[in-house]
């Protein structure tokens, strides 16, 4: 034990790489090919389909699993954000769609192997698609938003070789090849470990992993730390710029900030929007700051609950909220304003979500309030979430301020996040904010997920005839324009019965020393090493 | 406390020492009883669903949650839940956290040593601070010094820890870099050594990794004097109020007049004598100091079982906060216990009772 620590990990690695540098040269070489990424959460799955998996596991797992297809990734500004609407092959080198939109054929790459070095077959892909409609976990929900529901489904048609049939041509089903649960699997070690009570051995895999990715897992030690190593076998995509990764937990905010500041972290994405103003302006880091282009924060009233059934007063309220100041103390206005729209009946696109015609007018909000039958007010409660107060917070502060000025008395009121979750599950909250992501941006896929059927992510228990019909002609539907105007009367619709009041997308920022570059923002909102490299 | 001990039995003092503490022990147990059932209940009165907290993945429904549920094993009947509970602990099974995805004992095993180190450290070096401070108030009663010595312990306390943890990084972390990075309890490029007792300064040592120890060492004093300072007041007040007493006593007067030496009387007589309330409150601040420094793990990413239980509890996460209760419990019982052990050594007259 007579060697040097830093070098100690140096030899490490380079035992582990079968290498034998010297171990002066590696350690110099360690510090630069690590990339030390501090984050608030914890990896506490390595397979992100098991239920109770954080957000940080999804993000991990895509640099440990390979999905048979996924996402590119595109130029915003200056910065890298993911395209939904270019769909490329990973684990399989080429995608064939059949004329009719349903059947769907995936070419394993040549040459792909899982990290223990055997071949990649076509009965693993497809045991790995059986598992991801068939066990109890996060990824059959999921994959029935893409038509995918049955093993019956995938067939395999040839060496090297998986079909995928759904029975309408569902705008969805390549998309959700690409999101995290729908994990590559190494069928001959999993089923190694997959038990009778347990048969897609998601016990196993929450620890372990059985993956042919960007990075092998090295060490894995729940809510400390978990170390990656380049996987140089990898033919997804273009090589990693890291050649090793250690995703740290660190809780506290400010100690983030501090150890990417002082470069002894190299990434950070989770720090207060405060904090990264400060940061920005000091300039001894880079900071990337892009719009979650499919995410938001909401404003949510229960339509099933008085008075917000009545959508005069959800009017009224739209009207009341000073939305500039709101925006001004919950981000410092670092984010994308979803409100201020100049347009009234109709948006002037399909996109989705796109600022919506909500302005500042108490005088219109008390007419609307007499209109409704409450001329006097009347009183409820906004409740936050404690993971969310920092934001939260000061804006429902001045949303009291603002709605007590036509009567509307608010109390607000803040829980823990479990016990928030709960009520919002139970549809008891009659008021509150909050964030959401769609994974796939779709317009349709939003207003599905968000606005009908009464299930947890329609916040606002909204129902309405119209929109139920829509979303579920415009899955199906292979016309763009038939699609565009589809999306169009939606988001009209949405205008004018304001179920909900979309505020704003917050900025997604992340902080990296200044010679790391790449970042791309991702639909999960987690970092994907294997763009990053150092310049 | 003071009684007289009863006449040694067969197996001499020692053989008489254990069995007390064997019956210590036992009499422990219905304690232990009543804080598993009370923990339990109260996670379960809680508001909050964990099922509804867990299953939060994009699209999740009430099928996902009810997984969860019945991962957890909540849907089962409150009394089931209570048997089955119990009968696992039996057999030394915590039940799983779903907050790091492992067993909880596994989680505590591991954790429980950073948290003790950190505890023994920040307390050992608030007694080496606390002691002198409080004897010194003590001989200069209402002068300078004893203003200096109360100002300091009021600052201490008043100071919530996790404003002097921040404080302390950025003056020695973010500003002069004399301090490593506040990141847990070893630099994360460093190797780690063998684990033996889990206690890094231990584990370094008798590897005789030196480098390594200074290196552990270095983690760890930031975090210990953030603690050290928080139980600065209670130590050191007690200490002077102790010897206040000690020296006004009759014994000490005897020994004045027989001429014996100002440090003599100080240390061998006053001190030792005062030391009896010291031990006890010693005891009281290292079992809260052990389940409080919270804060500190948290300001510090100590890896502990204090920050690992206030997470579990936020995300209602029941099997590790029971854990937790349950650990803490147990130790409370450990440390009294040896605190009353000690007592026999300080003071011959108190014993095992």
């Known amino acids: 034990m007579e060697f040097n620590r830093r070098q100690g990990l140096a030899a490490a690695g380079g035992l582990a790489m079968g290498a034998t540098l010297p171990a002066g040269e590696a350690s110099a070489q360690t510090r630069a090919e690590t990339l030390r990424y501090v984050t608030g959460n914890t990896v506490n799955s390595l397979d992100p389909s098991v239920p109770g998996s954080t957000r940080e596991s999804f993000g991990l797992s895509m640099n440990v699993y390979d999905r048979l297809a996924a996402f590119g990734r595109k130029r915003l500004g200056d910065n890298w954000v993911f395209d939904h609407n270019e769909i490329r092959g990973e684990l399989a080198e080429r995608i064939d769609r059949s004329p009719d939109g349903r059947t769907f054929t995936f070419h394993i790459r040549q040459g792909a192997t899982w990290h223990d070095g055997t071949p990649v077959t076509a009965e693993d892909v497809k045991w790995s698609l059986d598992r991801a409609v068939s066990a109890r976990s996060l990824a059959p929900p999921q994959m029935s938003t893409g038509s995918i529901t049955s093993p019956d489904q995938f067939r395999i048609a040839g060496p090297r070789v998986v079909e995928m049939m759904v029975e309408r041509p569902d705008r969805l089903a390549l998309s959700n090849m690409c999101v995290p649960y729908a994990i590559m699997i190494n069928s001959t070690l999993a089923k190694r470990h997959a038990t009778t009570d347990d048969p897609w051995a998601l016990n196993w895999l929450k620890d372990n992993s059985a993956a042919g990715g960007a990075y092998i897992v090295e060490q894995h030690r729940p809510g400390t730390q978990t170390i990656l190593r380049r996987n140089d076998n990898w033919r997804g995509g273009e090589q990693p710029g890291f050649r090793r990764v250690i995703v740290q937990t660190v809780p506290e905010v400010a100690t983030r900030a501090n150890l990417v500041e002082r470069g002894d972290a190299d990434l950070s994405i989770d720090l207060q929007p405060s904090d990264v103003a400060a940061l920005a302006q000091r300039g001894r880091v880079k900071v990337v700051s892009v719009p979650q282009t499919n995410g938001f924060t909401h404003i949510s009233m229960n339509n099933t609950m008085a008075p917000f059934d009545d959508v005069k007063v ?175 009367r939606m988001i009209e619709i949405l205008a004018a019965e304001v179920p909900l009041i979309l505020a704003w997308q917050p900025l997604h920022e992340a902080v990296m020393a200044r010679n790391v570059d790449g970042y791309t923002y991702w639909f999960y909102r987690q970092a994907d090493f294997r763009d990053l490299k150092r310049v | 406390m003071s009684e007289i001990a009863a006449p ?118 608030a007694l080496s601070l606390a002691l002198p401070l409080g004897i010194v108030a003590a001989l200069r009663p209402g002068t300078l010094v004893d203003h200096v010595v109360r100002f300091l312990c009021t600052l201490g306390v008043c100071v919530p820890t996790f404003v002097s943890g921040l404080l302390l990084i950025y003056v020695f972390y973010y500003l002069l870099a004399w301090a490593p990075d506040p990141t847990g309890r070893l630099d994360i490029f460093a190797a780690t050594p063998p684990e033996i007792t889990g206690f890094l300064l231990v584990d370094f040592a008798l590897v005789r990794d030196w480098e390594g120890w200074r290196a552990a060492a270095g983690q760890l004093i930031l975090p210990a004097s953030t603690m050290a300072l928080f139980v600065l007041a209670p130590l050191a007040r007690m200490t002077r109020a102790s010897m206040l007493a000690v020296l006004g006593s009759d014994f000490v007067r005897t020994a004045k007049s027989l001429g014996l030496s100002h440090w003599r009387i100080i240390v061998v007589y006053a001190l030792r004598n005062a030391l009896l309330p010291v031990l006890t409150i010693s005891g009281i601040v290292f079992s809260t100091m052990l389940g409080a420094n919270v804060l500190v793990e948290k300001v510090f990413s100590w890896p502990g079982v204090a920050s690992y239980a206030l997470d579990a509890l936020l995300a209602s996460d029941y099997a590790p906060v029971q854990g937790f209760v349950l650990l803490m419990a147990t130790i409370f019982v450990m440390v009294n216990l040896l605190i009353d052990i000690l007592y026999g050594v300080a003071d011959p007259r108190a014993s095992v009772a």
């Open chain 2, 8 to 125: 040694a039995p067969r197996g001499g003092k020692w053989g008489a020492v254990g069995r007390r503490v064997g019956v210590r022990l036992l009499s422990a147990v219905p304690a232990l009883f009543g804080v598993l059932v009370f923990t339990f209940l109260l996670m379960r009165v809680l508001p909050g669903d964990p099922a509804v907290f867990f299953a939060a993945g994009a699209n999740a429904g009430q099928a996902e949650i009810d997984i969860v549920r019945e991962q957890m094993g909540l849907d089962r009947p409150m009394h089931e839940q209570l048997v089955r509970y119990l009968w696992d602990i039996t057999r030394g099974n915590l039940g799983n956290s779903m907050t790091t995805g492992q067993p909880v004992r596994t989680d505590l095993v591991e954790r429980l040593p950073a948290s003790l180190e950190l505890t023994f450290s920040a307390l050992l070096l």
């Open chain 1, 314 to 488: 959800r009017q009224a309220i739209a009207a009341a909220l000073p939305y500039q100041d709101m925006f001004q103390a919950a981000l410092f206005s670092r984010g994308r304003a979803l409100f201020g729209a100049d347009w009234t009946t109709t948006p002037p696109n399909s996109d989705f979500p796109q600022p919506m015609p909500l302005h500042t007018n108490l005088e219109r909000a008390r007419e609307l309030l007499r209109e409704s039958g409450h001329p006097n007010g009347f009183s409820t409660t906004f409740t936050i979430g404690t993971g969310v107060s920092a934001w939260a917070e000061p804006m429902a502060a001045l949303m009291k301020e603002s709605l007590a000025r036509i009567n509307i008395n608010v109390d607000i009121r803040k829980l823990p996040d479990a016990q928030f979750n709960t009520g919002q599950a139970e549809r008891t909250l009659p008021f509150y904010t909050e964030g959401g992501t769609a994974w796939l941006p779709a317009p349709d896929y939003f207003f599905r997920l968000y606005f009908t059927r009464p299930q947890r992510w329609n916040f606002a228990s909204f129902n309405n005839e119209e929109i139920n019909a829509l979303t579920r002609e415009a899955q199906f539907e292979t016309d763009a324009a038939r699609y565009d105007a589809a999306c169009k």
